[in-house]
C-alpha cells in the first residue's frame, strides 16, 4: 500500500475494524504460492513464475503475525490456503504453534487433498481442526482434463483420512463452469451424502492469471440451486448467516446441508470478516483489492509486536466497502488465486 490511510476518524479499538463498522475476525493465511495441480482456470500448464524463497516468510515469522492478530487484533479463526499448503514445509509445526496460542483459534485449512491421506492424522494431532478440499468432478479423465494430473484416486483417499482422522465436518469446494462440468452438481451433492461431506458450491470469480473470466461462462447461484432442486428438497438453514460466505441450504429436510457461495451474484460484502495474509507477509483486506501492506519489512526492520498490529489495524480501517465486481472501473488484482491465497 503506498502511503498511510487516514486513520484520525478511526476509534481506538484494538480490533480490525472499518469504515463500515465490519470487524476481521477471520485470518486467511496463504502459506505458499506453488501447486501441485494445473487446474485450467487457476494457472497455465507451465505454472506460474513463483516467489522466491527469500520473499516467503519463515516459519517464525508466519507464526509470529498469526500469534500477534489472534493476542493483540482479536482474530479467532485461522485458515491456512495456498497454493497448496501442504506443499509448505513445517507446516504441521506452524499447526501446533497456532493451536497453542492463548485465545486458541480455530484452525482450518483448504486444500486440494492430493497428499492429504498421508497428513490428516498428524494435522488433526497438530491442532487442525477441519478442512475443505477442493473437488470440482467425480470423473476421472475429466478431472484430468480440468487439472492436468490423474490423481482423481488421491482426493477421494485424502476425503476419506480427514474424515477419518476427525477433522469434521469434511468440507467439499465445487467450482461448476459453464461447458466443463455444469452436470455435475447433482452427482456431487449424492457423493458428499453419501459419505458424510459438507458441499459447497461457488461461483467463479475473476481471479485467474490469464485474465480471461467471462461471466457469461460462470454458472449462477440460481443455476446451481435450480439443478439440485430436480433431485432435492432445498430449505434454507434456519438461523443467522452472520459472516459466513455460504448461504446453506437443508437438503430433504435435513440434517445434511449444502452451501452456495454466490461471490459475484450474491456478494455478501457488507457482512465480510475476513483479512489475508499472503506467503510473501502482505497483508490484504480484500480478495479482489488491488492495494496490500507490507508486514515482511515490519517485521525484518524490528518492528513491535504492536507497531505490526497497528498497521495492520491500519490496513483494515481502509477496507473499501465492496469488491466492486459490478463497477464499470472494475479490474481484476495483479497477484492471481493461487498467490492471494483461498
Given amino acids: 500500500m503506498r502511503g498511510n490511510p487516514d486513520t484520525s476518524e478511526r476509534p481506538g479499538s484494538p480490533l480490525l475494524v472499518d469504515r463500515f463498522g465490519r470487524v476481521a475476525t477471520d485470518l486467511r493465511v ?112 475429466r478431472f484430468h482434463r480440468l487439472t492436468r494430473r490423474d490423481r482423481l484416486a488421491d482426493v477421494f483417499a485424502g476425503l476419506a483420512a480427514a474424515r477419518d482422522a476427525g477433522l469434521a465436518p469434511v468440507k467439499v469446494n465445487t467450482v461448476l463452469m459453464r461447458g466443463v462440468n455444469e452436470d455435475e452438481a447433482v452427482p456431487l451433492l449424492r457423493h458428499c451424502l453419501a459419505h458424510g461431506y459438507q458441499l459447497r458450491f461457488i461461483e467463479q470469480m475473476p481471479l485467474d492469471p490469464q485474465h480471461g473470466w467471462n461471466r457469461d461462462d460462470m454458472v449462477t447461484a440460481e443455476e446451481i440451486l435450480a439443478s439440485l432442486r430436480t433431485a432435492f428438497t432445498l430449505t434454507p438453514e434456519p438461523g443467522e448467516r452472520g459472516g459466513a460466505p455460504a448461504e446453506r441450504w437443508l437438503v430433504d429436510g435435513g440434517p445434511a446441508v449444502v452451501g452456495v457461495i454466490a461471490s459475484v451474484t450474491r456478494p455478501f460484502c457488507a457482512a465480510c470478516d475476513r483479512t489475508r495474509l499472503t506467503a510473501d507477509g502482505q497483508v490484504r483486506n480484500c480478495l479482489f483489492s488491488r492495494s496490500e501492506t507490507d508486514l515482511r519489512a515490519l517485521l525484518r526492520g524490528g518492528a513491535s ?31 492471481p488465486m493461487s498467490a492471494i491465497g483461498g
Fill in 305 to 335: 509486536d504492536e507497531e505490526v498490529a497497528a498497521v495492520w489495524r491500519g490496513n483494515a480501517w481502509a477496507k473499501a466497502e465492496g469488491h466492486g465486481i459490478d463497477s464499470a472501473g472494475f479490474s481484476q488484482p495483479d497477484r
Fill in 30 to 141: 496463504s502459506l505458499t504460492d506453488r501447486c501441485n495441480l494445473r487446474c485450467t482456470y487457476c494457472m497455465p500448464a507451465e505454472g506460474l513464475d513463483w516467489l522466491p524463497k527469500p520473499d516467503l516468510l519463515s516459519d517464525d515469522e508466519l507464526t509470529r503475525l498469526i500469534g500477534i492478530a489472534v493476542t493483540r487484533l482479536g482474530v479467532t479463526d485461522v485458515r491456512f490456503t495456498g497454493g497448496e499448503p501442504l506443499l509448505r514445509p513445517g507446516l504441521d509445526d506452524v499447526v501446533a504453534a497456532t493451536a497453542a496460542l492463548d485465545p486458541r483459534p480455530r484452525i482450518s485449512m483448504t486444500t486440494n487433498g492430493l497428499t492429504l491421506a498421508k497428513r490428516a492424522a498428524g494435522l488433526a494431532a497438530a491442532g487442525l481442526d477441519r478442512v475443505n478440499v477442493s473437488l470440482d468432478t467425480l470423473d476421472p479423465e
